[in-house]
């Protein structure tokens, strides 16, 4: 039995429309309903009325920016040395910065938290630092590996022929490696910065009650006002969306780099 | 008069992590304004010599000089040299413009102004916009791309590259513009225009040259001065012409241009025998010298059979163009002419050859030495192998007895494990075989020149790097790899000399 095109994305096309579309609907729906199902723009003026809700996505961008910087500054040279030395055991060392996402996240979470708990005594007291720990620990190698990517493929003749024109070794790094890296800074940023949004499990486990838009909306759910969570969904939706658009715009002269991102 | 040298190479030698020899011995001096080749096979060392006047390699000894100062160790940013790459290596991030400005950006100049009370001060300073807007200009203007300023760089064609890469290390006035075969990537018309355009650049802007290539022709067509560089060494220094008429040795000739490669042999006062006839030359060597005789394809004469001192029946005829290339068999020897005339295949015609196109040279290889041990079972070990010998030729008369111990003539059992010997094995005796395991020292071929009978091969061991130069008539490739045989009785064994120990 032979297939074409078309029938080889049936699968595919299923999936996209059960989970995808139709969700996207359902949220569409319940954002801009009330609890009765007429039409509204009731829970779009109280996310943005509340302090609560406002302070909950500074909190989030907050502490997502935070950990795409610290992943940013541990990873970049980390990958550097990995990708651009000589090392001969250099993809051991990889492997080794790769493994943790093989261990199972509570798992690696629930060590971190006793560690913390060694360290600190009381975790409940930093809760942002925690946090902040906590989703670098996670993310790590999702900035690791894009960096290191696009740092492997720079041609060292590149680096020499700065060198040759006069630049010094700050200079080269400045002008050729570091805008040269841009599209694996942009898609490590967007694979940190985004999940980082949301991820409230690590929170959750590290004692850090304070809500961020994860936490929000589960919140939400959970005491059933399905209206308010969608809206909040919605407007991360967008949010994301936005991020995606100017990141993109940075990485646009690198098709290497969009075709990671989207 | 070293101050006329812009640059100086004293003794350089480079070796690399690995152990690798990659340049040995290597004296150069290069007079400002000069364009100088290094022209060697892939491999020879000639791209390392480049990368250590760039700067991207220090040397492991010697010193190199630029206009009388060493610069051996001065990294590349601090050497007034700049380098056109093989792959151009062009910033993918930038346009042609700040490709082009990305030297004159970095660069500081000392400029000097007057203060208020007249005095006059310097200050180190950059390049104003309208300074490089001007020079980049200027660069573009000089590669003929005029115009292209704002082009990415993933939009050019490769010669388009190319004169943006030039454009790129001639913008900032070095003192010295390496290339390393930057034509490499383009194709034969593109390349044969560049050529003409890169004299003519090098002649306008005075800036001197030095050009990497394994194209022969490209270094003949360009240079003022050739490098021919084989296997880390430097084999000659000249001009394009005497490169090509006063080759010094038979891998310069063979290497520069077609030749015909004979042995020979000096029978008298500026006579010399080859190819079984005996012709007048002007090179002078003792009578009685083995000699490498080189006769370039266009230095014989086709004339009436029996008139020239060589006689021979055409085998084949091909039309190059400007010329006719004829094979002519002459007895065992093959010899290549290149004639306007047409010679007839089947025909016997007569070959005449001039004094002044005969090329004697002293020959490099004409017997393998080496210095080898006795095993504990008679064999010999040398050049990285160990073959079998004949014992009993190191003492006349002397014999094996049964357990293997030599018994001299006067009844003396000696015990030879261990004993130093010095070895000699002649070219002819040594065949190569495919088979690993026939010979007893394995290696792979790395050079072969053709001697109108036969061919000179050089087969170099893996492990010590030993050479064993081998003259034999079949046909092998460079890179084969291949065991060496040697027959008993080929190999003479003579003892060294006592040490003192």
């Known amino acids: 039995m032979k297939f074409n095109r078309k029938q080889l994305c049936i699968p595919y096309a ?113 809760p942002f630092l925690n946090s902040v720990i906590g989703m670098t620990y996670d993310f790590m190698p999702f900035m690791i590996l894009p960096l290191y990517t696009s740092l492997q493929k720079l041609d060292n003749s590149l680096l020499e022929a700065a060198r040759d024109l006069g630049a010094n070794k700050f200079k080269v790094f400045m002008r050729v490696t570091l805008p040269l890296s841009v599209p694996g800074i942009i898609s490590g940023i967007t694979m940190v910065l985004l999940p980082s949004m949301t991820n409230y499990v690590v929170l959750d486990m590290l004692y850090n009650s304070t809500y961020i838009m994860g936490s929000l909306i589960g919140s939400f759910f959970n005491h059933y006002d399905w209206n308010n969570g969608s809206m909040i969904s919605l407007i991360l939706l967008v949010i994301i969306f936005i991020v995606t658009l100017v990141t993109n715009r940075f990485s646009d002269k690198d098709d290497n780099g969009r075709g990671a991102i989207l | 008069m070293t101050d006329s040298n812009i640059i100086e190479l004293i003794d350089v030698r480079k070796v690399f992590d690995d152990e690798t020899v990659a340049v040995d011995n290597f004296n150069l001096q290069v007079k400002k304004g000069e364009f100088v080749t290094f022209l060697g096979p892939s491999g020879c ?44 290596a062009l910033f993918p991030h930038l346009n042609v413009y700040e490709n082009i400005a990305f030297g004159l950006r970095l660069k500081r100049v000392v400029n000097t102004y007057k203060n208020d009370a007249g005095d006059s001060y310097t200050k180190k300073e950059r390049l104003t916009k309208k300074e490089i807007d001007a020079k980049v200009k200027k660069a573009l203007e000089i590669v003929d791309l005029e115009g292209f300023e704002k082009r990415s760089i993933g939009t050019l064609s490769g010669g388009q590259q190319q004169r943006v890469a030039i454009a790129r290390a001639i913008v900032n006035e070095p003192e010295i513009l390496l290339l390393d075969e930057p034509l490499g990537a383009l194709d034969l018309k593109m390349r044969k225009e560049m050529q003409v355009e890169l004299k003519n650049m090098h002649r306008r802007l005075g800036i001197t040259f030095i050009y990497v290539t394994h194209d022969q022709e490209e270094a003949l067509t360009m240079s ?30 063979d290497f520069i241009g077609e030749s015909n490669i004979f042995n020979g042999a000096v029978v008298g006062k500026l006579k010399v025998k080859f190819c079984g006839a005996t012709f007048d030359c002007v090179d002078d060597f003792e009578l009685n010298q083995l000699v490498d005789v080189v006769v370039r394809p266009e230095d014989i004469i086709i004339c009436k059979p029996g008139e020239g001192q060589l006689k021979g029946k055409v085998v084949s005829t091909v039309f190059k163009g400007v010329h006719y290339e004829i094979t002519v068999e002459v007895g065992r020897y093959e010899i290549i002419i290149q004639s306007t005339a047409y010679a007839e295949p089947g025909k016997v015609i007569g070959m005449r050859v001039e004094p002044d196109g005969i090329h004697l040279m002293k020959p490099v290889y004409t017997i393998n030495r080496f210095e080898g041990v006795i095993t504990k079972n008679n064999t010999v070990e040398f050049g990285d192998g160990e073959f079998e010998c004949d014992v009993t030729s190191l003492y006349p008369g002397s014999r094996l007895d049964d357990e293997g111990y030599l018994v001299t003539a006067a009844g003396e059992k000696l015990d030879l494990t261990g004993t130093k010997v010095n070895v000699e094995v002649d070219t002819h005796a040594i065949t190569m075989s495919d088979d ?46 291949v065991s060496l045989v040697i027959p008993k009785e080929k190999i003479k064994l003579s003892l060294k000399p006592a040490e003192n120990d």
């Open chain 1, 14 to 126: 299923v999936f996209l429309l059960l989970f995808v579309i139709a969700p996207l609907f359902v949220i569409l729906y319940y954002a801009f309903t009330d609890g009765e199902g007429q039409f509204t723009f009731e829970n779009l003026v109280s996310f943005f009325s509340s302090t609560n809700t406002i302070g909950t996505l500074v909190y989030s961008f907050a502490l997502a920016i935070t950990t795409t910087l610290v992943c940013l500054a541990i990873a970049y040279p980390t990958a550097y040395i990995l990708a651009r030395s000589g090392l001969k055991k250099k993809y051991a060392l990889l492997l080794l910065f790769i493994m943790p996402m093989w261990i199972n996240f509570t798992l690696r979470i629930t060590a971190l938290k006793e560690i913390l708990t060694a360290i600190e005594g009381n975790i409940a007291a930093y």
């Open chain 2, 45 to 88: 060392g000639k791209t390392t010599t480049l990368r250590m006047i760039a700067g991207f390699d220090l040397p492991t000894s010697g010193k190199i000089l630029l206009n009388g100062k060493d610069i051996s160790n001065l990294p590349p940013n601090k050497r007034p040299v700049n380098t056109v790459f093989q792959k151009y």
């Open chain 2, 224 to 253: 003022d001065k050739v490098v021919v560089i084989n296997d880390g060494d430097i084999q000659q220094i000249g001009t394009p012409t005497e490169i090509y008429n006063e080759p010094v040795n038979t891998f310069v000739a």
């Open chain 2, 436 to 481: 690993k395991d026939e010979g007893g020292a394995q290696g792979t071929i790395i050079s072969m020149i053709y001697k109108g009978d036969h061919y000179r091969y050089i087969v170099r061991t893996e492990e010590n790097e030993e050479d064993y130069v081998i003259s034999c008539p079949d046909m092998w490739n460079t890179d084969d790899f």
